[in-house]
Nanobody
Framework: QVQLVESGGGLVQAGGSLRLSCAAS????????MGWFRQAPGKQRELVAR???????FYTDSVKGRFSISRDNAKNTVYLQMNSLKPEDTAVYYC???????????WGQGTQVTVSS
């Protein structure tokens, strides 16, 4: 099993910044990638950013140039730096772990990000 614990959400004004953290523990060797998803009210959960164990990074188009995903292997922690936040970024953000079968099988509890206009 893999345990994921997020932190760092909160309320921020438009144009502001937040940094989310996701600490992983357990059988993390099973993971090929870590990612951040978000789900806004009434919308489907979407993949925001992904970083593989090899360092390959993906961003969804709406956050390119504003969000940055990184990892600290010594701390088994993944970060999502979010700059120039917009009200449409408001959502519950989830950290997730991807295994070799491509499934996102491990999830954190979620952290609320609210951007006020």
């Amino acid at each position: 099993q893999v345990q994921l614990v997020e932190s760092g959400g909160g309320l921020v004004q438009a144009g502001g910044s937040l940094r989310l953290s996701c600490a992983a523990s357990g059988n993390i060797f099973r993971l090929i990638a870590m990612g951040w998803f978000r789900q806004a009210p009434g919308k489907q959960r979407e993949l925001v950013a992904r970083i593989s164990t090899g360092g390959t990074i993906f961003y969804t188009d709406s956050v390119k140039g504003r969000f940055s995903i990184s990892r600290d292997n010594a701390k088994n922690t993944v970060y999502l730096q979010m700059n120039s936040l917009k009200p449409e970024d408001t959502a519950v953000y989830y950290c997730a772990g991807q295994t070799r079968d491509a499934a996102w099988g491990f999830w954190g509890q979620g952290t609320q990000v609210t951007v006020s206009s």
